[in-house]
């Protein structure tokens, strides 16, 4: 039996970017970089895994900007590993920065939140499911 291991806080677990045409973004980066678009119900409309053509291991995603994506800007947003996300959110607000998306589950996965640092960058938080 393998072991799962959790992801090393601080590393970057995922990149996904969210746009208002993610089926056309989605072509276009299939297209330019070679990615195979899979299609994920979100219910009601579907965001894209964006896998590797040798391997088929999702490496990134193209999202809608809808329901929590809306609003966001389009632009690559990282993942990062945190331990404790509540704590991390406090910490961002204590220390200039601002919540754009509060925490919320990622289905299995996790639970995540959407920042933006004091000098604007938007970065997302994530603490993986135990």
Request: proline fraction near 7%.
């Amino acid at each position: 039996m393998s072991e799962t291991r959790k992801p090393e806080i601080g590393t970057i677990a995922w990149q996904d970017l969210t746009v208002e045409n993610a089926s056309e973004i989605g072509q276009f980066y299939a297209e330019v970089v070679g990615w195979k678009a899979e299609p994920i119900d979100m219910g009601g409309y579907s965001d894209l895994n964006m896998s590797g053509p040798d391997s088929g291991n999702p490496l990134a995603g193209v999202c809608h900007a809808r329901g929590s994506n809306a609003g966001l800007p389009a632009q690559w947003l990282i993942y990062i590993v945190v331990e404790d996300l509540d704590r991390s959110a406090k910490r961002t607000e204590g220390l200039g920065g601002e919540i754009l998306v509060p925490p919320k589950k990622m289905g299995s996965h996790g639970r995540y939140c959407v920042i933006r640092d004091p000098a604007g960058a938007v970065a997302a938080l994530f603490e993986p499911a135990t």
